[in-house]
């Protein structure tokens, strides 16, 4: 079968298309023909050596569809359309590859009103989104601050708070030309970091009140500024480094608000978790309520350049590889 491996963690250039052996079936895993494949920025920490549990060679590919073709004694039936995440393609062979054997436990049926190129983009993105509204305990009029409208969970946060009944929500955009693609697209309330400071943005905004909670899935001076803008009693949840590892924030937010910080990462959520997110969030996408954006489908071949797009390009969308 077809896969595409990374040699070495060497940056683009180590990425390889390969012949491999088809998986077969195994005891406590499900059999899919993969169909279509996220890219996200997972894919390229590991691509850049800088995961630790990652090794190569490896398989990459964090999210998937598909069809189900061996379900194992997992109670599923063979031909059902899914969609997943978990360990593939940092601990595990991942999702860049036609079949991949994969837990039960990891797996949502697709409805039939996606298709398998969206369905393969949701995952990663929209159960971080929904998990983390749920652990800052989100509450419709509650005024949510999700960075980067352009990336795949700052808008996915942005779309289900809305739909869930925020007071407000606001997100930023790091180039003009990004800011009106999302007025143009109906995100109101995004900062155009070139023109505005966030924290300076989210206080014209929010009339000075601050935001009850943050989903910051880009790091850096984002996350220090992001603190900045919380009101008495707000929360700030991280997750995600594009614009860097390190930061300085002023403890005097934490202190004199009576904030909280907390970290957050997708492989530790439990089963339950991730399958209640999973109730929350398909509903609104088969109402339409939330609609993901796709910004290109690049073939299984292209990989290479697929993520090279994602990551210095900076598209306003997911990038998918199908085909």
Known sequence: MRAIEAETFSGYGG????????????KDRVLIRVTAAGVTPLDHTILSGG??????????????????????????????????????GVGETGTWQDWLLVRPEHLALVPDAIDDVVAASLPVAYLTAQVTLAQAEFKP??????????????????????????????????SAAKAAK?????????????AEGLAEG???????????????????TVTSEALSSLSL??????????AGRKTTIDVTDLIWKRARMAGFSLFAQ??????????????????GSVKPIIERICRFSEAGEA?????EDRPFGKVVLAG
């Not at 298309?17 to 079936?25: C, F, Q, S, T």
């Not at 398989?59 to 063979?78: K, P, T, Y």
């Not at 009693?233 to 594009?242: A, F, H, N, V």
């Open 15 to 26: 990425l390889r298309e390969v012949e491999l052996p088809k998986p077969r079936a195994a």
């Open 51 to 88: 995961h630790p549990r990652a090794k190569a060679p490896l398989v990459l590919g964090n999210e998937g569809a598909g069809v189900i073709e061996d379900a194992g004694e997992s109670g599923l039936a063979a031909g059902s359309r899914v969609m997943f995440t978990g360990p593939y």
């Open 141 to 174: 009029d509650m005024r949510v601050l999700a960075p980067g409208i352009g990336g795949s969970v700052g808008n996915a946060t942005y779309q289900l708070a809305r739909a869930q009944g925020a007071g407000k929500v606001i997100s930023t955009a790091g």
């Open 182 to 194: 999302a007025r143009e697209l109906g995100f109101e309330d995004v900062v155009d970091l070139t």
């Open 202 to 220: 989210v206080r014209r905004i929010t009339a000075g009140k601050g935001v009850d909670i943050v989903i910051d899935s880009i790091g850096g």
């Open 233 to 242: 009693g707000g929360i700030l949840i991280t997750l995600g480094y594009s």
């Open 270 to 287: 439990t089963p339950t978790s991730i399958a209640a997110a999973w109730r929350d969030v398909l509903p609104l996408m088969v109402s």
């Open 307 to 311: 993520l090279r797009h994602l990551i």
